[in-house]
Nanobody, 126 residues
C-alpha cells in the first residue's frame, strides 16, 4: 500500500526549530506534494505545497517567512523546515500527494490529495 511516512516531530520550545521529513514508497516526480496539519478539535489545514519540480511553492499565511518546503525526488522525500515555532503551530503534521496536479493549486483542494501517512506530532511549549 502506497503511503507516506512522516518523521521529525517532537517537543520544542517557542522560537525553536524542527525539520520534518516525509518519505514515500513511490516515485514523486509527477505530483505536487503538500504538508498539512491538524490541531485537536480543528480541521486539517494546508501549510505548504511544492510543485513536482520544487520550482513553485506556496505557504499558508501563518507559515510564511518561518517554514520552508523542499523535496528530493531521487529520494522520494519531502521536507518541511520550521523555524521560530509558536505554540499555535502545535498539531499533527501530515504530507500527501496531489494525484491530479503536478503544480500546486493554492488554496489546496484537500480531496485531491492521497497517500496520507500517520503524521508526526509537533508540540511547541515552554
Amino acid at each position: 500500500q502506497v503511503q507516506f511516512v512522516e518523521s521529525g516531530g517532537g517537543l520544542v520550545q517557542p522560537g525553536g526549530s524542527l525539520r520534518l521529513s516525509c518519505v514515500a514508497s513511490l516515485t514523486l516526480n509527477d505530483y505536487a506534494i503538500g504538508w498539512f496539519r491538524q490541531a485537536p478539535g480543528e480541521e486539517r489545514e494546508a501549510v505548504s505545497c511544492t510543485s513536482y519540480s520544487d520550482s513553485s511553492k506556496f505557504y499558508a499565511d501563518s507559515a510564511k517567512g518561518r517554514f520552508t518546503i523542499s523535496r528530493d525526488n531521487a529520494q522520494s522525500t519531502v521536507y518541511l523546515e520550521m523555524n521560530d515555532l509558536k505554540p499555535e503551530d502545535t498539531a499533527v503534521y501530515f504530507c500527501a500527494a496531489n494525484l491530479m496536479r503536478r503544480r500546486c493549486l493554492w488554496p489546496t483542494i484537500n480531496h485531491e490529495y492521497a497517500y496520507w501517512g500517520q503524521g508526526t506530532q509537533v508540540t511547541v511549549s515552554s
